[in-house]
């Protein structure tokens, strides 16, 4: 499985695997193996690569976790690769002017809901992209019309590919 944390010094890519009783955790180029038993208090006693460290994990709410350990209270926000995309595409194309929209991460085109030149308000659908077995509708976040469209139904797509421009 795949996640991202954000996280005060930035956002960092979490590969987690489970494999009988231990994880595998891997941060950028770094495995961890972790072994993991939760005391009654609710704290998790971790084995890391043969250290121990006693963590508490709390949920304060919209993916955002609260992590007590020795080293102090940190706050940290967990998300899905999809997820983490389509906010950092969403704050990309904020404004006003041209718009280019692309592709938040490989797929594959399912459908093309609108044609160039036609008129769209604000949360209406303009392409289907199929993406880790789920179909996600990619919905414009202004009024405006598309100007071009990049792609047609069926087409193969990578993340960062242009889906279509609106003004």
Same mark, same amino acid.
Request: hydrophobic letters at 40%; aromatic letters at 4%.
């Given at each position: ?83 983490? @995309?389509? %906010? ?5 194309? *904020? =404004?006003? $002017?041209?718009? #280019?929209? &692309? /592709? ?8 093309? @809901?609108? %044609? ?5 308000? *604000? =949360?209406? $659908?303009?392409? #289907?992209? &199929? /993406? ?25 797509? &990578? ?9």
């Amino acid at each position: 499985m795949e996640l991202i944390v954000k996280h005060v010094d930035g956002d960092m890519k979490v590969g987690i695997e489970r494999r009988g009783g231990e994880y595998r955790v891997r941060i950028g180029d770094k495995t961890y193996v972790i072994l993991s038993a939760e005391a009654t208090s609710g704290v998790r006693s971790l084995l890391v690569d043969g250290g121990q460290y006693e963590v508490a994990v709390r949920s304060i709410g919209d993916d955002r976790y609260e992590v007590t350990s020795s080293a102090g209270v940190e706050q940290v926000q967990v998300q899905d690769p999809l997820t983490h @995309l389509a %906010e950092a595409a969403h704050e990309k194309q *904020a =404004g006003t $002017g041209r718009q #280019v929209v &692309e /592709a938040y991460m490989p797929g594959r085109v399912v459908s093309v @809901l609108v %044609e160039e030149g036609a008129t769209v308000r *604000a =949360g209406e $659908g303009v392409v #289907v992209l &199929e /993406a880790m077995k789920m179909e996600n509708e990619i919905q414009v976040e202004r009024d405006g019309v598309i100007a071009k469209v990049h792609v047609a139904t069926g087409q193969a797509v &990578e993340g960062g590919d242009p889906l279509f421009e609106l003004e």
